[in-house]
């Protein structure tokens, strides 16, 4: 079974960071894309950042330079480190892998940006 436990989301002013995990049940090694997807309210679910077991990285135009990916192998944890958060920002945070052929997802952490 594979699964994938999202958390670290929070409250945070503008402006501030939050870094978000991801944590796999497998070795991040045996997962071929992880991604990160928001969905706030009212609004389809987007990706903000994945990354392929390769090492190629997409980034939305409205995280670039703000949103970066990264892993600890060790402990089979992906993260998002987030930046200068924008009160735009706010939504739930999803990570999401590509496991043999499947899309696993995790349940989600809600970040919430005040003005």
């Known amino acids: 079974q594979f699964q994938l436990v999202a958390s670290g989301g929070g409250l945070v002013q503008s402006g501030g960071s939050l870094r978000l995990s991801c944590a796999s049940s497998r070795s991040i090694f045996s997962i071929n894309v992880m991604c990160w997807y928001r969905q706030s309210p009212g609004n389809q679910r987007e990706l903000v950042v994945d990354?392929?077991?390769?090492?190629?990285?997409y980034y939305a135009d409205s995280v670039k330079g703000r949103f970066t990916i990264s892993g600890d192998n060790a402990k089979n944890t992906v993260y998002l480190q987030i930046n200068s958060l924008k009160p735009e920002d706010t939504a739930v945070y999803y990570c999401?892998?590509?496991?043999?052929?499947?899309?696993?997802w995790g349940q989600g952490t809600q970040v919430t940006v005040s003005s």
């Open positions: 999401a892998a590509d496991h043999n052929g499947l899309r696993y």
């Open positions: 990354v392929s077991s390769g090492g190629s990285t």
